[in-house]
Structures are given as C-alpha cells and as structure tokens.
C-alpha cells in the first residue's frame, strides 16, 4: 500500500532533481538529453498522481489535474491546442446549473422564511459591504501598478499587436441600470445573465412569500426538491472537472508557450502582488475582525478557487462555492442571495485589474498621467464597473470606455488580450474567494452564522 506522505516526499525530491537538472542544462556546457529532462519533468507528476489516488480528493485531483496540464501543454502543443473543447464542455455544462440553481435557492430562502424585512436588511448590508471593499481593491490596484511602473518602455513582440479587437457595444448608464432588468426570463437564462435571474427570482420569492399557504406550501416543496436535486446534479458534474481542468490549462499553454510571459513578466507579477496584497490586506484583516475561523475557511474556499482559477470561469465555481459555504455554516437563504449579487457587484480581482489595466495603457502609450486624473479614472471605474458583470466581455467593454473617455489610445489593449487568459485565473479565483467571504460577513451580521465541522474536501 503506497503511503500518501512517502508520495509526497519523493513528489518533492523528484520535483527538485528535475529542477537542478533543467538548470545545469541550460546555464552550464554540461548537455543532458531532451528525452532525460522530459523523463525528470514527468517523474513527479506520475508520483503526484499515485498521491491523488491515496487521498481521493477532489481538490487533490483539481491540481494534479493542473500541474499535468502545463507538462501536455508544454510537450504535445498541437495536440492540447485541440483540448479547448473538454473544458468548455464542462463549463456548458456547469452554466446548466446556475439558473436553477438560483431560482430554487433564492425563492426557498425568501419564501420559506416569509421575513421580507431581512431580505431588504441583506440587500442593504451586502451592497454596502460591496462597494467598500471593491473600492479598496481598486485603489490597491493603482498603487500597485504605480510602484511597479509595469509598461513603461517594455518591449512589445510584433505578433502580439496582430489582430482585430473583438467587437463590443458601448454602454451609457440607462444601459447599465436597464440591463439589471429581465425583459424575458429564459433570454435571460439563455444568456446567463445572472443577475436578471436573481432580480426574478427574488421578486418571485417575494410573490410566492406574500400567497396564501395553500399556494405557498407546494411551490416551497418544488424549490426546495429542486435545490437538493440541483446540489446532487453539482456533485455529478464535479466529477468531471479534472478533466475540464487538465484540458483548460494545456490549452492554454500550448497556445500561448511559456515564453511569451518574458517582456510582460512585470504586468503579471504586478497583478499577483496586488491581489495577494489585497488578501493579507484586505480579506484576512476581515476574516480576523470578524472572528471567523481562517482555516476553515482556507480549506472550504480552496476547491470552487482553484477551479475557477483553472476554468477562469467563476459561474463554473459558483455551484460548488455556494455548496461548501452552506456547509461550512452560512444558511441557505443567506448565501442564495448575497452569492449570486455579488457576482454582479462584487468582483474584487476585476475590479483590481481594471485598475491596472488602465494605468497600463497609458504608461504603453508613453502617457503619464497626473494623480487628479488617475483618482479621477478610479471614480469612473467604481461607478461603470458595478453591475455590469453579467454583460459579455464585460471588462473589455469598461477598459474600452474608459481609455476613449480619458483619450488613451486602444492598441495597447492588444497586448493585455494577448496574456489575459494568464491574468484572467487570478482575479477569478479572487472574485470567488471574496464573494465566498461576503456570504460569512453577512451571515455574521445577521447573527445567523453557525460554524460546522463538515466533509468539505
């Protein structure tokens, strides 16, 4: 019987022989064959692998899944270019769930408990715990992007300037505020537009709160089979995300390479300090005031982060994310409804990453812009980005607006696209990982929190 700590000490040395081997290969006269080095980077994988299987965890699956993506990736390019299609079957798959899902919990969690005024309280609370916690992050973002100076006479690969943008609609701000309004509920629920979902569903859980039981009682039983049945149909489909992960993460390597980072190196690593600033900042000085238990929360977030991280997916994580916050000991009602609205309000990594990306355009173009006018930018950026998540490529549309409204040339945004699959992960992961906390911090204030000791992985 193999030993999962034996496993993961050979996974460590085989990781470490592989590493020394690449570098006295590559800076030493010493030459080791490409098949030796290709042998040493699969060794512990193979080991990582036998790990996975002694632990049987999902989580554990999810990053072997990753690790032995970017190798395929890296080894057979022309083949993972292909595997795109495995890992958006999955996220079609997960987007079967989303409208379902939030209909049946969100009318449960109004209706069942027929307390319209903490529905109104939640609504209040959440929106406030938003806007001053995106509002950090944006400003986390600017600094961030100021002190690193990423931009600034970097030297652009020519191939990276290729191309058309894709084409996005302008918005003005009745655009905006009408766009959170459903028209039609299943155009709505073919276009994923989660927050005109939660807008009807909270409304319809108003209606169904507000009739008499002899109709109440059998559309709660309905909603609530429906989110049991829902949370099961997660579970099935949760078994085929290493795969989703595995094939999203090849992709991704065998299309751009490992090299294409080089002279863009200082905007990504300016985006992964900023929001690892904005953790140690921001979320763990909440979880600390808030006295909420920060392993357990590590280990219940850990799953619905690292998928979307691989997928850059969030909808792909919001199933399992809302699953693992009930059991870690939100209620139901709560997290049905602070989760998906913030999913619309709350995007922390978006919002940081608008903000650099902004300042990044400029310093491409050679622009230096004053403080008053950044200060000015971020202003724009707290009010265009708010409640426009749920519009496709919803960034790309604020980044497009602002640089036109500020007179920022547009070709820059060529080189963001070109390494935003990468940037992408991050502030998804992120925006998971913040919404996850915002359930608890609501939860909290409303003194319904009850921490539980559960099976999440």
Known sequence: MLHPKRLLTGFFISITVAVIAHLISHYTAFHIPQWLLLSLRWIPLIVYFLYAITKKKLTTWIFVSMLVGVEFGYDVPVVAKELNLVSQIFIHLVKTIIAPLIFATLVTGIAGHANLKQVGRMGWKSLLYFEIVSTIALFIGLAAINISGAGIGVIIPPEMTKGTLPAVQSQNWHDVVLHIFPENIAKSIAEGQVLQIVVFSILF????????????????????????????????????????????????????????????????????????????LVLLPIMLVMKIPVKKFIKAVAEPATIAFATTSSESALPKAMENMEAFGVPRKIVSFVMPTGYSFNLDGTTLYLAMASIFVANMAGIRLSFETQLVMMI?????????????????????????SFGLPTWPIFIILGIDELMDMARTAINVVGNCLATVVVAKWEGEFEERISNIE
């Not at 085929?240 to 980072?261: D, E, Q, T």
Request: charged share 10%; glycine share 4%.
């Open 205 to 280: 859980g108003i209606a169904v709160a507000m009739v008499r039981e002899q109709y109440r009682a059998p559309m709660l039983r309905f909603t609530e089979s429906l989110t049991a049945v829902m949370f099961k149909f997660t579970n099935i489909i949760m078994l085929f995300a290493p795969f989703a992960v595995f094939s999203a993460i090849a992709y991704s390597v065998g299309h751009m390479g490992l090299n294409v980072l080089v002279n863009l190196f200082e905007l990504l690593a300016t985006l992964y300090v900023a929001l690892l600033a904005f953790i140690l």
């Open 380 to 404: 724009t950026l707290m009010l265009t980005s708010k409640g426009v998540a749920a519009v496709p490529r919803a960034s790309l549309v604020i980044l497009l607006g602002t640089a036109a």
